[in-house]
């Protein structure tokens, strides 16, 4: 390994970054669902032997600063200082992470096989200075720039284009029925269904869980997800679940997030008014 350089990364924003690390999470959940049927050349792969690398060769070295961060925001401040000792060579491997990154935004934008959108803009522009800031200290030398500092230069993401959504006709309505346990074995099915109705043009989206005995972190980061992508669209998402989960969304803050109807097993969900 090459001899270590100090990067301090000054007054980074708490929330900001546990907001990144959020979607981050959630866009590696949703690839875990799908890699497994998508070739080794993906970009769900490539994204997940990237990071996989990263950690690997830096992570090891980074761990107790990292270990600062989750502190701060374990005692709710509002922004903390990094001090990383890293190799010389995580400039070119944090400008290899941001293009990917940028590369998985594309991904996501299209639509067509993911649930999760793209980054929004204030969190591309946190990123750029975060992995940035690797970039200028070591190959550049220059001084440590707060996040504050950073300015209009975060309007270096470029802009956003609204998530690309389905044709849709008014009223039409999909039923998603899903049984059994929901974990990352089985979220896939979920997924797929969710996506046809996507593609099909609902204006509204039942997804009734109601047999659903089990949900794991997977299945829970997947219906926040697939409620994200269709507000942004504009659809409806009518979620149905069984009465025995409903102290696992309360306990997870979930509730008020996905508005769940919570029903016996026996019952069946209320029909609505749209026609299917």
């Not at 690390?21 to 875990?32: G, K, L, M, N, P």
């Not at 008014?170 to 990352?184: M, T, Y």
């Amino acid at each position: 390994m090459s001899e270590l350089v100090e990067v301090r990364l000054l007054h980074v924003p708490v929330a900001l970054w546990q907001r990144a690390s959020a979607h981050q999470d959630a866009i590696q959940r949703e690839f875990d669902i799908m890699m497994a049927d998508l070739p080794k050349g993906s970009v769900p792969h490539q994204l997940t032997e990237l990071i996989d690398e990263f950690d690997r060769r830096y992570g090891g070295v980074a761990d107790p600063t990292w270990q600062d961060m989750h502190a701060a925001a374990e005692r709710g401040d509002d922004e903390v200082t990094l001090v990383f000792k890293v190799p010389s060579d995580t400039a070119e491997a944090a400008r290899q992470l941001e293009e990917m990154l940028d590369r998985v935004d594309e991904y996501c934008r299209e639509g067509k096989n993911l649930l999760t959108l793209a980054t929004p803009p204030e969190l591309v522009s946190f990123r750029r200075w975060f992995l940035g800031e690797f970039i200028r200290q070591i190959e550049d030398d220059d001084p440590p720039m707060k996040w504050t500092e950073w300015g209009d230069r975060g309007s270096a993401a470029g802009p956003v284009a609204r998530e690309p959504g389905a044709t849709r006709e008014h009223g039409a309505e999909s039923a998603v029925r899903f049984d059994g346990d929901l974990d990352l074995a089985t979220a896939g099915a979920l997924r797929d269904e969710i996506l046809q109705a996507r593609r099909n043009g609902a204006d509204n989206v039942v997804v009734d869980l109601s047999g659903v005995k089990f949900v794991d972190s997977v299945g829970l980061s997947l219906l926040v997800t697939a409620r994200n992508r269709l507000d942004e669209e504009g659809v409806k998402m009518r979620l149905v679940l069984p009465e025995k989960l409903r102290l696992l969304f309360e306990i997870s803050g979930l509730t008020e997030v996905l508005q769940p109807e919570f029903v016996d097993q026996a019952e069946k969900p209320a029909p609505t008014d749209a026609g299917s």
